[in-house]
């Protein structure tokens, strides 16, 4: 079965230090990984997209990158601030299966302590 | 520019009741979708459509029905609600590339069945 696993569940930070939030996924034939944010009670905002064949995206003040042959993404975020709270979601696009599907992490809550 | 709008934005019904919930997006997107998001479950894919007037089963479809009679509008119906459905539902769409392409997400509508 094709998951994706996001560990810790919740996570919280002081002000300013530099994250790093993990994505794993269970089979490394995918076309491409996609990092959302959610606020509560708000739809996803998606952050960063990585194409299978690319090693890393960058926005700003994040960093996501992939390597899939041991089916593993990390986003990274520098600086952290009290407004990057939410819950950051990792979702894969598998290449077997029906392809149009992402197939969603339960998410990392962070909380950025001032 | 409104993106993926979702209506209504919040429901309440009794089980038994049915429903229509409306997807709209301006962006000329080829691809729509359907999640449910739970507590614990994370996102799960309910139907899909690669274009007008196709659909296609998700991961959990089994009480829900949707169309997609313009490119535009993609509908969610619960013919008769149960309280197994109460959740936070979104829609997404993205372009016609599809699979190389992000997902663009709706606020939701959070759904109670009493």
């Known amino acids: 079965k094709q998951e994706v696993t996001q560990i810790p569940a919740a996570l919280s930070v002081p002000e300013g230090e530099n994250l790093v939030l993990n994505c794993s996924f269970t089979d490394s034939a995918i076309y491409n990984l996609q990092w959302f944010r959610q606020d509560p009670g708000k739809g996803l905002t998606s952050l960063l997209l990585i194409q299978s064949s690319q090693r890393e995206q960058t926005s700003g003040r994040l960093n996501a990158s992939l390597d899939k042959s041991s089916g593993r993404s990390t986003l990274y975020i520098a600086a952290s601030q009290p407004g990057d709270s939410a819950t950051y979601l990792c979702?894969?696009?598998?290449?077997?299966?029906?392809?149009?599907?992402?197939?969603f992490g339960k998410g990392i809550t962070l909380s950025v302590r001032p | 520019n409104a993106g993926v709008t979702q209506t209504p934005k919040f429901r309440v019904l009794k089980t038994g009741q049915s429903m229509t919930l409306l997807c709209a997006q301006d962006?000329?997107?080829?691809?729509m979708y359907w999640y449910r998001q739970d507590p614990g479950m994370g996102l799960r894919l309910i139907h899909y459509s690669v274009g007008e007037g196709t659909t296609a089963k998700g991961e959990v479809p089994d009480g829900y029905n949707v169309s997609r009679l313009k490119k535009q509008n993609f509908l969610l119906g619960l013919e008769s609600a149960a309280p197994s459905q109460t959740s936070v539902y979104f829609c997404?769409?993205?372009?016609?590339?599809?699979?190389?392409?992000?997902?663009?997400f709706g606020d939701g509508t959070r759904l109670s069945i009493l």
């Open positions: 997404a769409s993205s372009s016609i590339q599809g699979i190389s392409q992000p997902q663009h």
């Open positions: 979702a894969v696009r598998f290449q077997t299966g029906a392809n149009s599907k992402l197939t």
């Open positions: 962006m000329n997107h080829e691809y």
